[in-house]
């Protein structure tokens, strides 16, 4: 059974730091791509970033790379968010997701890169993040 479980969220105060996990139960790493996505309320689904456990290959959304940064521990079967500097702006709910490809789906929208949801075929039921001004 495929399963995503997301653990690691919580309130932290702006400027600090939290890092994210994702446990990926039940996959052939080398064979999916995995991203991380985030929802704050009343908003849509925003991309953060996506790795390919194979080789590392690691994308991210172009305003949020600076901050966030995606990691893997493939003995673990684990996938990594750390939050860097964070903002009350990165306050939401954050979702691992999974693609079984081996590149993570984006487009470019002038020219940023834009990590696209729809085309992720697991979800995990998420973590919340709030950080406090």
Known sequence: QLQLL????GL???GGSLRLSCVASGFAL???VFGWFRQAP???REGVSCLRPSDGRTYYETSLKDRFTISNDNAKKTIYLDINNAKPEDTATYFCAALRDTTCPSTVVNGRIVLNDREMENWGEGT???VSS
């Open 42 to 44: 009343g908003q849509g």
């Open 12 to 14: 932290v105060q702006s």
């Open 30 to 32: 080398d064979q999916y």
């Open 6 to 9: 997301e653990s690691g969220g």
């Open 128 to 130: 919340q993040v709030t």
